[in-house]
T-cell receptor
Framework: NAGVTQTPKFQVLKTGQSMTLQCAQD?????MSWYRQDPGMGLRLIHY???????DQGEVPNGYNVSRSTTEDFPLRLLSAAPSQTSVYFC??????????????FGSGTRLTVV | SQQGEEDPQALSIQEGENATMNCSYK?????LQWYRQNSGRGLVHLIL?????REKHSGRLRVTLDTSKKSSSLLITASRAADTASYFC???????????FGKGNQVVVIP
């Protein structure tokens, strides 16, 4: 059971380049989300999804796109990379509850540097 | 916006001692969760406590929740060097699956 798999683990981009961070889970979790982690800022929610075909914005969505065509995959696209997007990105998944959240399973992260 | 705020921000203790961290939050919650993050790794879920619960145990972990004070505490008993990590609290609201994370609390256990 792999859990949540993120690729790549490290990436360096030039300003203006685009790329896709991959996230896949094999636990049949309905809920998936992307966070970025910056020093002193904790984790901030970028986008999330409650199921295939359904996505919504989190706290810091600007400059990022997502789609959810399958239950398993939730890729994060950087449209035109900027140095402010230098961060560690985490994908997380969980069961979806009508009343509230369950515990999240996190991926190991993607460390992105934009130069 | 960040919901949970951990206190103290950094803690250094001797192996075998107990470590206590606090988390405060501002709005009504459905549950509160604690996570551990080892250096360079992803977060690992430790424990979830619901708003109608006051205390919960899991191994050497003890979590309390005081909804009247909007605060929670995480106690790690008989700490080990392997407990060295950052610990985050996260709050969940009613009717959605989002979690709002605090900024984290770094714990160093000295062998």
């Amino acid at each position: 059971n792999a859990g949540v798999t993120q690729t790549p683990k490290f990436q360096v981009l030039k300003t203006g380049q685009s790329m896709t961070l991959q996230c896949a889970q094999d636990m049949n979790h309905e809920y998936m989300s992307w966070y970025r982690q910056d020093p002193g800022m904790g984790l901030r929610l970028i986008h999330y999804s409650v199921g295939a075909g359904i996505t919504d914005q989190g706290e810091v969505p600007n400059g990022y796109n997502v789609s959810r065509s399958t239950t398993e995959d939730f890729p994060l696209r950087l449209l035109s990379a900027a140095p402010s997007q230098t961060s560690v990105y985490f994908c997380a998944s969980s069961y979806a509850g009508a009343e509230g959240s369950y515990g999240y399973t996190f991926g190991s992260g993607t460390r992105l540097t934009v130069v | 916006s960040q919901q949970g705020e951990e206190d103290p921000q950094a803690l250094s203790i001797q192996e075998g001692e107990n470590a206590t961290m606090n988390c405060s939050y501002k709005t009504s919650i459905n549950n509160l969760q604690w996570y551990r993050q080892n250096s360079g790794r992803g977060l690992v879920h430790l424990i979830l406590i619901r708003s109608n619960e006051r205390e919960k145990h899991s191994g050497r972990l003890r979590v309390t929740l005081d909804t009247s004070k909007k605060s929670s505490s995480l106690l790690i008993t008989a700490s080990r060097a392997a407990d060295t990590a950052s610990y985050f609290c996260a709050t969940g609201s009613y009717g959605n699956n989002r979690l709002a994370f605090g900024k984290g609390n770094q714990v160093v256990v000295i062998p």
